[in-house]
């Protein structure tokens, strides 16, 4: 179904078949688009281990992380130890207009590296403020919790960057200093997500078990260590095919999400590279920053054991 081409060397086949349902794109869409947006994309992806969101017609979207064994070897990777499966996982490098032509015709949709680079796991080169609205359509809140950590970043010394999920929230990217470690780079994340959250905790919460939210828009501190994010640029598996898409600060209220699709993106940007514009100069996290985040438990082990807490509580009760 669809014709079939080569580029870069890479075999392109069923190019119009649907990309998956409710994308109103074909898998040509996605080739295009990927090809249109390479030299800012790829930025984001080169050198640092990659896994990919991929779906396959008739079935839903996998994550895929480890590289099949089918991958042509011009493909870079990299083995890293995964301490929950006990095994190595071989991550693909994607460093290339080539490679990343691989990953479209294998219908890799979703693009998400890791916060360190292959080679310096322990030095991650930014930290995530995941913003998670509340249900409904609520992305208004989520711009006023994004400039909340605009101003809980400023506040210590810190600048960040905006850009849509490609979902329903926000992402702000904070570019840190090389020799920054892992464990101060979750430690400061943790200080600022309560900084948000005590600018206005009517707006932000830091909770995360989602019955404790009230309505209020999550300040995600867990994108940490391993973690990933997904990449600026990136198509996302959700109705439209929209695209983690950067905003400026002062465009963040007129923004709308859904207008930022691989059909649209291209004719938006011309030869702009806005998020590159955007990106600060990596900082050094203030040391009191730091220490008050070694303060504040890792809020997925705080939920976990709040939850035991809660199910004693409920079996004692009964």
């Known amino acids: 179904m669809g014709a079939d081409e080569t580029r870069a060397g890479v075999s392109l086949t069923n190019l119009d ?3 998956f349902d409710g994308a109103g794109a074909t898998k040509r869409d996605l080739v295009d688009y990927l090809d249109a947006m390479a030299d800012r994309i790829l930025p984001e992806l ?4 990659l896994s990919v969101l991929r779906v396959r017609p008739g079935q839903e979207p996998f994550m895929q992380k480890n590289l099949p064994k089918y991958t042509p070897d011009w493909v870079r990777r990299t083995e890293v130890w995964a301490e929950a499966s006990h095994r190595r996982i071989s991550y693909a490098l994607c460093d290339d207009r080539r490679t990343l032509l691989w990953f479209a015709n294998q219908r890799a949709v979703e693009y998400h590296p890791t916060l360190a680079r292959a080679g310096a796991p322990e030095h991650p080169s930014h930290l995530v403020l995941d913003l998670d609205p509340p ?3 609520a992305f208004g809140a989520v711009v006023r919790v994004a400039l909340l950590v605009r101003q809980a970043l400023a506040d210590a010394g810190l600048a960040g960057a905006v850009k849509t999920s490609g979902a ?3 992402h ?3 570019p840190v200093d090389p020799d920054t470690t892992a464990e101060e780079a979750a430690a400061a994340t943790r200080a600022l997500a309560a ?3 005590r600018l206005d905790p009517a707006a932000a919460t830091t909770a995360f078990i989602v019955a404790d939210r009230g309505g209020r828009v999550f300040v995600d501190s867990t994108r940490a260590y391993g973690a990933t994010v997904v990449a600026a640029y990136s198509p996302r598996i959700r109705p439209g095919a929209p695209v983690s898409y950067p ?3 002062t465009d963040l209220e007129s923004a709308s999400p859904a207008d930022f699709t691989v059909r649209t993106v291209p004719a938006l940007l011309g030869d702009r590279d806005p998020w590159a514009e955007a990106l600060p100069a990596p900082q050094r996290l203030p040391a009191d920053l730091v220490e008050q985040g070694r303060t504040i ?3 997925r082990v705080q939920a976990m054991h709040e939850g035991k807490r809660r199910a004693k509580a409920r079996r004692e009760a009964g």
Request: hydrophobic share 35%; no cysteine; glycine share 12%.
């Open 195 to 197: 900084r948000t959250e």
């Open 297 to 299: 438990p890792v809020a």
């Open 135 to 137: 249900e409904g359509d």
């Open 168 to 170: 329903k929230g926000l």
């Open 17 to 19: 078949q649907p990309l």
């Open 46 to 49: 080169r050198d640092r281990p």
């Open 172 to 174: 702000v990217i904070v």
């Open 247 to 249: 905003v400026g600060w």
